[in-house]
């Protein structure tokens, strides 16, 4: 990137000034990564590829997104497989589920939505026999944050994706969290913010740079992520990141995206036996 010419643009719509440094292409995602998105995703930390699904897909997934919602608010669920559901409740009082685990197991588009042929391809980048793990971990995630009353999910604090390995006794490695958006997310919105280039900072840097989900302030460094509904994000799970408040409310503020657990070694899947992992017991505990 030619830094003469990222530095004479002019600042725009308040964006931090990461933003501006780094001037992130119109990216897209066709059967292989190009040279120049691979180098991109290894060196900045991120990469977000454009246009990845049609508006129709993105409105059948949302339809069985908000259908999932109604009916494990009707089942009273608390957990799926051993993972915890974030409960909020609309103005009108009824509850839906702010973070909903294991999507595409219980939807049926959203399964068929991972038989895209480029998911492959994403899984081939992060490396020899990754796959999709949709039983594993807490499976296809989709976060729903909203601010206004009764929203208990608005935001995250400071984390990296990694800490999950330390618990689950993996050494943290290359993980790859590939975000789909179901609704746009501009700056309005929050958005998530990355600290760029962080996912090649030392091991005592991950752990000890913030402090993890308590941290919920920006940081100097911080890039938002912004992206618009069918787009596709990949951030290296090692980079510390947030999910920052939107500055909108009420049904503005909505933002849904969906996160794939991309899994490598022997397979551990869940059913409906699997106990809590205990960073979601610690979580618990400490109220975070
Ligand atoms: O919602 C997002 O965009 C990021 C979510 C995230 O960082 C997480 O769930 O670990
Ligand atoms: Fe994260």
Redesign the pocket.
Known sequence: MAQTEVLTRPKKRGLPSANLLIDMPEFELGDRFTPEQREWLDEVGFIRFKGFAKPETVRQLGLEQEELSRRWVREDRKTLFGTPLIVGKQPGGEGYVQRMPFCSVFGEKHHEFLKDPRFRTICEFAGPDYRVGEKERDGL?I?H?RNEDGSVFSQ?GW?T?SLRDVFYLEKPRRYL?V?FYLDDSHLEKGS?RVIPFSHQQSTWNLLARKRYFLDVEADPAEYVIEADAGDLTIHDGRCW?R?AKASVSGPASQRR?M?LPLMEGPLKEKDENSRMPLYFRLRRFAKF
């Open positions: 995630v976060n944050y995250q984390h994706d969290n975000g998530v990141h999910v995206v996160y």
